[in-house]
């Protein structure tokens, strides 16, 4: 284990990857209606990465994955490959989730968006759940705290919802490095002794599903889809340890009031 305490250079650095992460996310929303293809928003996500921000789409090429962000739908977990016959529907549920690489530094976020007009009052409260899940981990952060904590949170908030925690992927630090340790669990595993620190930066991504916790791995090798067919949802945001407690590096504009209570 090697955690890496970030400086207040290092800290400004990838406070500003994550901004443009969480812009990304707030520019691609008017695109998300239905009939358009998860080819043609990875294709929007990345021009405006590459031209406007000046920045790389740090998945194009990672270990292999062939795209510039991922999109997940409906019963599709996470590492969703966008594609030209992959059609967003009224009434699908999708995680975006854009890292971006900025001047040597890493931000990494995602969020879900609703298509069309018709979705379904579970998959509303899928949606909502997982969100608070987040918001409710974010809200205990602070130097001095156990890391198995954000873990603990999360699963008994979920839990209680009668959904349930995905255990096969988990959050992670972040900065010189798109991974990088410790691992942030979204569930209870055991006390590691691990205690949050000033300067610490990482990623909480909890992915709940309605149904089962079990998942697989598609013949593609990236895209993880629920093993019962029922529908997942997945938030995530870029988070520093400070002495306020922490601050969300990947904020957007339409959370500044609601993340804290
Ligand atoms: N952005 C994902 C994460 O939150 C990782 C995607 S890796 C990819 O850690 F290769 F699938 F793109
Ligand atoms: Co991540
Ligand atoms: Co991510």
């Not at 059609?87 to 549920?93: E, F, N, Q």
Request: contains cysteine.
């Amino acid at each position: 284990m090697n955690i890496l305490i970030k400086n207040s250079k290092e800290i400004k650095k990838i406070r500003k990857s994550c901004q443009l992460a969480a812009e990304v996310l707030e520019m691609i929303d008017l695109y998300i209606v239905p009939g358009i293809s998860t080819e043609e928003i990875n294709n929007i996500c990345h021009n405006y990465i590459v031209y406007v921000q000046k920045a790389k789409p740090a998945t194009l090429g990672y270990k292999g994955f062939p795209k510039s962000i991922c999109i997940s739908k409906n019963d599709i977990v996470c590492h969703g490959i966008p594609n030209k016959n992959e059609i967003l529907y009224d009434g699908d549920i999708v995680n975006i989730d854009v890292t971006v690489l900025y001047d040597g530094y890493y931000g990494d976020t995602s969020k879900m968006f609703f298509v069309g007009e018709n979705i379904k009052d579970n998959l509303k409260k899928l949606c909502k759940i997982t969100q608070y899940s987040l918001y409710k981990a974010i809200n205990i952060l602070k130097p001095g705290i156990r890391l198995y904590l954000i873990g603990q949170t999360i699963q008994k908030y979920v839990e209680n919802k009668k959904f349930s925690v995905v255990r096969n992927y988990c959050g992670h630090g972040i900065g010189k490095n798109f991974h990088e340790d410790p691992h942030i669990l979204h569930y209870y595993d055991y006390d590691n002794g691990i205690v949050l620190q000033n300067g610490m930066i990482f990623t909480i991504e909890p992915m709940i599903n309605i149904g089962n916790k079990d998942v697989y791995v598609m013949d593609d090798g990236w895209t993880v889809r629920t093993i019962d067919k029922t529908y997942s949802a997945q938030y995530e945001h870029t988070i520093l340890i400070n002495n306020d407690g922490c601050e969300v590096l990947t904020i957007r504009q339409e959370e500044q009031n609601n993340i804290f209570k």
